[in-house]
């Protein structure tokens, strides 16, 4: 799917792979495009596993794309936050992902190790669905990315120089204000993201400039991965209506 595969290393390609099935499935699960039978499709993806993919090509690509350039742009530090949306384009959800190893090592991981986090992941959040459904229904989603790099030399405007492609690079004031806004708007001028009401990814026009901090949102923390230098800590940020 990626035109810049050829420059990835195979571990590389897989850690996209792997992140892109779960992001697919998250989706599916939460049904953020409905209806989910005929939009969803059982795919293998590293050979052997399996994800629900959604059919929506854009969509797919979308995500895919978001993933990749992430990976480009942090190579071995890549945080990555997965966001649900409300028909308001207010976040319900925030599925987040840090993770860190050593970009330069040959076959540090391989594909067994990337199919096994995947199948662990996986079963984990299985054991979450049920509170993650316990709110408003999704309507939409967007992939965020920051790294340390980015967060020790933003420049404090998310509108400037901070985008590449689809993903939205913020420090860290900004990223608490885009990703639990109460108002209206979007995740960041220019930030892609995909709206269940449509076929099509879509870009976000606005950002609240203001957050609720009187809010205890609650999170859940995922099983920490950890293989051969590779280390995954993952976890789920739920609003207070979902405890």
């Known amino acids: 799917m990626s035109t810049h595969a050829h420059a990835l290393s195979t571990d590389a390609t897989h850690l996209i792979d792997m992140l892109d099935g779960v992001v697919h499935e998250i989706l599916y699960n939460l049904e953020v495009y409905r209806p989910v039978k005929n939009i969803f499709?059982?795919?293998?993806?590293?050979?052997?596993?399996?994800?629900?993919?959604?059919?929506?090509?854009?969509?797919?690509?979308?995500?895919?794309?978001?993933?990749?350039r992430a990976y480009t742009c942090s190579k071995s530090r890549l945080h990555l936050v997965l966001v649900i949306l409300n028909e308001q384009q207010s976040v319900?959800?925030?599925?987040?992902?840090?993770?860190?190893?050593?970009?330069?090592?040959?076959?540090?991981?391989?594909?067994e190790g990337f199919k096994t986090m995947f199948q662990r992941l996986t079963a984990s959040l299985k054991m979450h669905w049920a509170?993650?459904?316990?709110?408003?229904?999704?309507?939409?989603?967007?992939?965020?990315?920051?790294?340390?790099?980015?967060?020790?030399?933003?420049?404090?405007?998310?509108?400037?120089?901070?985008?590449?492609?689809?993903?939205?690079k913020v420090n860290t004031e900004e990223r608490l204000k885009l990703e639990f806004n109460d108002g209206g708007g979007g995740l960041g001028d220019g930030g892609?993201?995909?709206?269940?009401?449509?076929?099509?990814?879509?870009?976000?026009?606005?950002?609240?400039?203001?957050?609720?901090?009187?809010?205890?949102?609650?999170?859940?923390?995922?099983?920490?991965?950890?293989?051969?230098?590779?280390r995954m800590i993952s976890g789920i940020t739920l609003p207070p209506a979902s405890r």
Not at 43 to 52: D, K, L, T
Not at 139 to 159: C, P, R, V
């Open 131 to 168: 509170e993650c459904r316990d709110g408003e229904d999704p309507h939409g989603f967007q992939i965020l990315f920051y790294s340390d790099k980015e967060l020790a030399h933003s420049t404090g405007s998310h509108s400037n120089a901070l985008l590449e492609n689809d993903i939205v």
């Open 192 to 230: 892609g993201g995909a709206s269940s009401s449509s076929s099509s990814s879509s870009s976000s026009s606005s950002s609240s400039e203001t957050s609720d901090t009187n809010k205890v949102y609650v999170h859940r923390p995922l099983p920490t991965q950890n293989y051969r230098g590779f």
């Open 41 to 68: 499709k059982p795919q293998r993806i590293m050979g052997a596993v399996v994800a629900n993919k959604c059919k929506i090509k854009s969509v797919a690509q979308y995500i895919y794309t978001s993933i990749e």
């Open 92 to 111: 319900l959800l925030r599925f987040s992902f840090n993770i860190s190893f050593d970009s330069n090592a040959n076959e540090q991981v391989g594909e």
